[in-house]
């Protein structure tokens, strides 16, 4: 899982904690190291974004984006890719599109749009 939806999983996780609410919690540590998602970030003048540092800069843009059914989505694909292959989510800022990439190889770059 990527260093962005990582640090979102821990946020939810602490915010839950916090509220003492009965929700279910998920343990990064538990989490299977089969595949491995990268998230990546287009803009709509299309620029990449693929640096966590990169993305808190503008991440109110992505504010339409369910974080939940993102790290849902992260798990789903994680089951699905192989061993030395990676998948990708992209995330359009134009059209407030999702796309999956299951299983590409280490060079794939996404269309600047979609």
């Not at 260093?3 to 509220?19: A, G």
């Not at 059914?69 to 699905?80: A, D, R």
Request: glycine content about 4%.
């Amino acid at each position: 899982m990527d260093n962005i939806y990582l640090e979102i999983l821990n946020r939810i996780t602490k915010f839950t904690d916090q509220v003492k609410t009965p929700m279910q919690s998920v343990e990064t540590s538990a989490l299977p190291e089969k595949g491995f998602v990268s998230t990546v970030h287009v803009l709509k003048d299309g620029e990449i974004i693929y640096s966590l540092q990169d993305f808190l800069k503008i991440e109110s843009r992505f504010s339409w984006v369910d974080k939940k059914y993102l790290v849902g989505k992260i798990l789903e694909l994680q089951k699905k890719t192989d061993d030395r292959r990676r998948s990708f989510l992209v995330l359009y800022e134009e059209g407030n599109q999702i796309r999956e990439f299951v299983n590409m190889d280490q060079t794939f770059q996404p269309l600047p749009y979609c």
